[in-house]
């Protein structure tokens, strides 16, 4: 698991390669992530915009940004945890996701909370030639 904490807004997130969704031969892996937001702090957040930089194992960065996660836009009162789950496609076997998500507060602030980079990997490898 990854985790890292931005204005005691907590992020941790694991991958999860999922083999009965992926074609090696075809090059099409698929994870999902699995992220719990944890509300550490005094003050209310609402999620309200995503971003996203997905990052293949040739180097090639896809770049997703949107309103809220999976449909909503949750706000998180202190000592309170939201979690979701989501995935991503990647034509190599392995690659990694880092991003952030837009935050407004009570006072209707708006901030910027880090999720960390982390790792899409699978027992895949490419093939070789002998």
Known sequence: ?????TRAIKVTVKSIFLDERSSPEQHKFF???QVTIENTGQETVTL???YWKIIDAHGHQI????????G?????????????TSGTPLSTPSGFM????EMHNSLGESFSVHIPAFSLDSQHQPKSIH
């Not at 770049?63 to 999976?70: I, L, S, T």
């Open 1 to 5: 698991m990854y985790t890292k904490t």
């Open 31 to 33: 994870w999902a992530y």
């Open 48 to 50: 309200k915009n995503r």
């Open 63 to 70: 770049e997703v940004e949107g309103e809220g996660v999976v």
């Open 72 to 84: 909503q836009q949750p706000t998180i009162s202190p000592g309170m945890v939201f979690e979701y």
């Open 98 to 101: 880092v991003g952030r998500y």
